[in-house]
Nanobody, 126 residues
Framework: LHLVESGGGLVQAGGSLRPPCAAS????????MAWFRQAPGKEREFVAA????????SYTDSVKGRLTISRDNAKNTVYLQMKSLKPEDTAVYYC????????????????????WGQGTQVTVSS
């Protein structure tokens, strides 16, 4: 499975972005998908995950109510709708795929994921 993120950029605080992650390969719908992010000088952290069907999602507390993960299995694409962005959301955002069971309260760990994209930079100015 090959993953490619796009749609990052520079946005003012309070603004919105919706970066997609496009997957190639016939097994997209058999994988749970997640977004992680890595800010300068910090470790990569979990942001959100969605199960194979799209019926179950989970988020880290700092993004609840502002970021929404979704997927379109017909288009082999997962999205991260980002609203009310804050400067502390500035990071490189990575999508990942894995054989994960996503339930409420799930917090992903990067070693659980087998496939990763190259990342897309999101910069939020104050």
């Amino acid at each position: 499975l090959h993953l490619v993120e796009s749609g990052g950029g520079l946005v003012q605080a309070g603004g919105s972005l919706r970066p997609p992650c496009a997957a190639s390969g016939r097994t997209f719908s058999s994988h749970a998908m997640a977004w992680f992010r890595q800010a300068p000088g910090k470790e990569r952290e979990f942001v959100a995950a969605i199960n194979r069907s799209g019926g179950s999602t989970s988020y880290t507390d700092s993004v609840k109510g502002r970021l929404t993960i979704s997927r379109d299995n017909a288009k082999n694409t997962v999205y991260l709708q980002m609203k009310s962005l804050k400067p502390e959301d500035t990071a490189v955002y990575y999508c990942a795929a894995g054989a994960i069971t996503v339930v409420a309260g799930y917090l992903g760990r990067d070693f659980e994921y087998d496939y990763w994209g190259q990342g897309t930079q999101v910069t939020v100015s104050s």
